[in-house]
């Protein structure tokens, strides 16, 4: 993210959904997909572009760099000055930002609709035509390991996070932080953020992503002539990543930090992601998430653990459907005060095991239906939001038909497919638990 | 429930807003509300704004309000906690409330389909919470839980000490969700007590976006909240702002400083408001090319992100900022800093011109969403505007004059006023 967000750590089980969108899909030439999303309600438009790269593609030795280079997409091409970019979008009244995750790298503007061609010229202008300062270049670094601090050194939740994600991958680049290690971070310099550029940004490798007052023609005719002319990279190879191997044990994490205000057990499991034409799993494990731990006291986990048992302050479980390379399905507990972090964890655990014996309860599965329509309802509320999920769904291996078929999808998960994929993921071998606390007696 | 607040500067954003059909409308029984129709999508935000807040918990009582808020949503008549939670997710609405400085703050959201369900499971939750005990002593922990994180988190530190020092003497100065030995002390008296000080019909301020119309609106919140109480607890006075250059460090472990800094505001009906507005968006508007992004930013690399702005309480007005820096560089930060505030009337006619398209340019794109409208609606009522000010407020910007800005620059922007609140370990800084 280049600018300043909340750092909250996010437990929050998103539940994905939208409906009645007018989506239309085109693709250039040159490779370069286009989505368009109609919302008229207002005559403001979000122009997206999406890069299929992210930091799970950056070459051993050099992490950070995909978000490094995301930063010095905004240091000026051969026609624009260093932060024309940005300076320019405000002045029409629009804002701009971009964000780096490990499967993709997203820029984003939000101006008036009638000012989508401005922004389409300096995005296509970008995606070939960068140049870097070398003095840009060191102090943009300062700013990206000052990011790092504020959002990892400084926080011990930060830290920990990065830990239990280091460890949980064996072998898969998902366990390097997206900012990177910073010593990693320290020594990226001009050539390799200039070289990263070349290798990924192309219209090929790319996803514009359009949501608003606009129309499919409108859209069409200004990208072709802004993003038309751009050639086809000739080395866009995919995504070549190691792989992780089978995993046989389950690891644990105890982290000590004299920082930490509420100690936390958390427990990350390696799960399947949306896999396309084959959503069904993910949607079971959406819905799982919601059943766990979505619903505050009317989950299982909030049920046992803060009402029943009284062992957690709060407990919740929390999973992300989206992955080019799978994903992870986490709980999570807070231990009341004297409760250990082992006693919560063991609370967790039997909480689990108590779920997988009795099974779903048909009120509480026709809630969380009840739910999945309505969010359907309110997802539509932000155009930001549905642009968002395309471009996540684009960059980590779904179509179009896939984004749109996925209400239904998860509209027609059983309980038996829930419970089929409670006991395939929750399983402690493919797992890492991780204990935050203050100090080693807790 | 009661979720981890990192809430510092809990104040009301600044006014930007559309040129949109904004209605006023009177229920039956007298509550006035600003709705937004829009059909487009079945559903219903709505927004409630009980002013107050923390500041009527009575001495020895603080954070009564904040607890109490959050148990309105574990139980009324036959509901316990799980039964409100599932008669909510049956009807697939929303509610949060949430308790700060001086608004209880109600958000929903509900599909049109069911709309009269939703309300009556809301009112029930407004009207007659139950405080069971079961969920006092529950939520009651999550608070406690959260106040000892507090302790432990800078940000949260900085911003208990600013609150301390600005408004020292004041009912603004004291923690909002109350201190440990406070909230231990609470009681189901206190809280029923809080209840009826906190939220009451003379004191709501109201806004509605969606899929609704105003005559059905009138009679939904007269449903709603007829069954409150017309007057409750008395509301503070005015609070004077102690910031006066000083400079304050409490020493935290980490790599980073947090650093507040700031000083008094301004008021929205002083005549120079607009052009000092316009002034702390060329300095502090947080976005890139404002001046404390390109100087602490942009050109230094000092920090990963920086910004400042006027706020306003209901009884004073604020400017403030903040920013993260390496210990080590403390000092450079805030010496940058202070020397844009001395030097921001120094303002060109482009810098002007440019920040006025800013302004002028965003202000059509925040109206998208129903939620983020109602949101807008009732922040402007909050703060005093008068229902026409979303189509005059690009006018009152655009009507601004250099001369203007630059003065009030000047008189508001104050140097020796501005205050510094560290929270870190920052290197070679000496106590002023």
């Known amino acids: ?442 | 429930m009661i979720a981890r607040l990192t809430a510092f500067f809990a104040l009301i954003a600044l006014p930007v807003f559309a040129d949109v059909p904004v209605k006023e409308v009177t229920s039956p029984g007298g509550l006035k509300a600003w709705l937004v129709e829009a059909q487009e999508i079945p559903f219903v935000a709505l927004e409630l704004r009980f002013k107050g807040g923390a500041t009527l918990d009575p001495s020895g009582k603080e954070g009564a309000v904040t607890l109490m808020t959050g148990l309105l949503e574990e139980g009324t008549g036959d509901l316990d906690s799980q039964g409100f939670a599932a008669a909510r997710d049956d009807l697939a609405a929303s509610f949060s409330f949430n308790p700060s400085r001086e608004i209880v703050g109600v958000s929903a959201r509900f599909l049109t389909d069911n709309q009269d369900k939703a309300i009556d499971l809301l009112r029930r939750a407004l009207v007659e919470p139950s405080f069971p005990a079961e969920a006092v002593e529950r939520v009651r922990m999550q608070i406690l839980s959260n106040l000892t994180a507090e302790e432990r988190d800078p940000g949260a530190v900085a911003a208990k000490l600013f609150n301390e020092i600005t408004f020292e003497g004041h009912v603004y100065a004291r923690p909002s969700e109350g201190t440990h030995d406070s909230v231990k002390a609470l009681t189901v008296e206190d809280l029923k007590a809080a209840h009826k000080a906190a939220l009451t019909r003379e004191n709501v301020i109201i806004a509605a976006t969606g899929d609704i119309t105003a005559e059905a609106l009138g009679v939904l919140l007269d449903k709603l909240l007829s069954g409150l109480p017309e007057k409750g607890g008395a509301l503070p006075g005015p609070a004077e702002v102690h910031l006066s250059g000083q400079v304050v460090t409490e020493e935290f472990p980490g790599p980073q400083a947090v650093i507040l800094f700031g000083q008094e505001g301004i008021k929205i009906d002083d005549p120079d408001f607009f052009p000092a507005f316009i002034a702390s968006e060329i300095l502090g508007g947080g976005r890139f090319g404002t001046r404390l992004m390109t100087e602490v930013r942009e050109k230094r690399g000092l920090t990963y992100g920086i910004g400042a702005g006027f706020s306003s309480l209901d009884q004073a007005e604020l400017l403030t900022g903040q920013v993260q820096t390496a210990n080590a560089t403390v000092k450079d930060t805030i010496e940058v800093i202070r020397a844009e505030w001395a030097r921001l009337p120094d303002i060109s006619e482009d810098e002007l011109e440019a920040t006025k398209r800013y302004l002028t340019g965003s202000y059509p794109l925040r109206w998208d969403g129903n939620a983020n409208i109602a949101r807008a609606l009732v922040g402007l009522q909050l703060q005093g505007w008068p229902i026409d000010y979303p189509s005059k407020r690009n006018g009152y910007i655009e009507a601004v004059t250099l001369a203007q800005v630059q003065a009030a620059a000047k008189a508001h922007f104050r140097a020796k006023d501005l205050s510094f609140i560290i929270v870190g370990r920052p290197v070679g800084l000496e106590q002023e």
């Open chain 1, 1 to 442: 993210m280049r600018l300043l967000l909340a750092l909250a750590l996010s437990f929050i089980a998103p539940l994905v959904a939208q409906a009645e969108e007018k989506v239309t899909e085109l693709r250039l030439d040159n490779g370069l997909q286009v989505v368009v999303i109609e919302d008229h309600r207002a005559p403001v438009v979000v122009h997206m572009v999406w890069y299929r790269v992210g930091s799970a593609d950056e070459r051993s030795g050099e992490s950070g760099l995909a978000h490094f280079l995301e930063h010095l997409m905004f240091k000026g091409t051969k026609t624009m000055a260093p932060g024309a970019f940005s300076q320019l979008v405000a002045a029409e009244g629009g804002s701009d930002n971009a964000f780096t995750s490990y499967d993709f790298t997203a820029y984003f503007q939000r101006v008036a609709a009638d000012r989508l061609e401005m922004v389409m010229r300096m995005e296509a202008d970008r995606m070939v035509n960068l140049t870097l300062a070398e003095s840009d270049v060191v102090t943009e670094r300062n700013v990206v390991l000052e990011e790092r601090t504020t959002r990892t050194d400084a926080s011990p939740e930060g830290l920990f996070s990065e830990q239990m994600s280091a460890t949980l991958y064996l072998n898969h680049p998902y366990g390097r932080p997206i900012i990177g290690w910073r010593h990693e971070l320290e020594a990226l310099n001009r050539e390799a953020a200039l070289d990263f550029y070349k290798r990924h940004y192309a219209p090929d490798n790319a996803i514009v992503v359009i949501a608003g007052d606009v129309t499919p023609a409108e859209v069409e005719r200004l990208a072709k002539e802004y993003y038309g002319p751009l050639k086809a990279s000739e080395h866009i190879t995919g995504r070549e990543r190691p792989l992780e191997p089978p995993q046989i044990a389950e690891r644990r994490v105890i982290m000590q930090d004299d920082r930490v205000g509420q100690p936390y057990v958390i427990r990350n499991y390696i799960a399947p992601s949306r896999q396309s034409g084959a959503q069904d799993e993910a949607a079971a494990l959406v819905v799982l998430a919601q059943l766990l731990g979505g619903a505050g006291v009317n989950s299982v986990l909030g049920r046992e653990l803060t009402v029943n048992s009284k062992t957690a302050v709060s407990a919740s479980a929390f999973y992300d459907p989206t992955g080019y390379d799978g994903t992870t399905f986490g709980v999570y507990a807070m231990p009341a005060p004297g409760v250990s972090l082992e006693e919560a964890e063991t609370a967790v655990d039997a909480a689990l095991a108590k779920f997988l014996e009795d099974g779903i309860g048909e009120d509480e599965f026709r809630r969380i239906k009840a739910q999945l329509t309505a969010s359907e309802i309110y997802a539509r509320d932000s155009a930001m939001g549905v642009a968002r999920r395309y471009g996540t769904a684009l960059t980590t291996g779904l179509t179009v038909g896939d984004q749109q078929s996925w209400p239904e999808v998860l509209q027609a998960v059983t309980p038996e497919q829930v419970m089929a994929a409670a006991k395939k993921v929750l399983d402690r071998k493919q797992s890492v638990t991780g204990w935050l606390q203050k100090e080693a007696a807790q």
